[in-house]
């Protein structure tokens, strides 16, 4: 059974930093390309950043510059560091995992989503 638990949202002010940690299970995490996407009210999901098995990464340009991803494959998690945050990146934010091992981000296992509040 597949398990992507997030964990490290909360409220914070403008400028502020939030690091986001997705524990993995149940799938070959070494060779599976990780993401973060998110999901405001209204608003489609997006994905925000991605890196692959080789530690590639790929972020969205809204975030080019604040957002860090990472992975430790020793522990199964992936990370999202996210600095100088703004209110516009208040959303719920998903962890996610490629269904076929070495295959990008698409057709996604997914986590249950964690909150996001940037306040002004």
């Known amino acids: 059974q597949v398990r992507l638990v997030e964990s490290g949202g909360g409220s914070v002010q403008a400028g502020g930093s939030l690091r986001l940690s997705c524990a993995a299970s149940?799938?070959?995490?070494?060779?599976?390309?990780m993401g973060w996407y998110r999901q405001a009210p209204g608003k489609l999901r997006e994905m925000v950043a991605g890196?692959?098995?080789?530690?590639?990464?790929n972020y969205a340009d809204s975030v080019k510059g604040r957002f860090s991803i990472s992975r430790d494959n020793a522990k199964r998690t992936v990370f999202l560091q996210m600095d100088g945050l703004k209110p516009e990146d208040t959303a719920v934010y998903y962890c996610?995992?490629?269904?076929?091992?070495?295959?990008?981000?698409?057709?996604?296992?997914w986590g249950q989503g964690t909150q996001v509040t940037v306040s002004s």
């Open positions: 996610a995992a490629a269904r076929v091992a070495f295959r990008p981000l698409g057709d996604n296992y």
């Open positions: 149940g799938i070959i995490f070494s060779g599976s390309t």
């Open positions: 890196i692959t098995s080789g530690r590639s990464t």
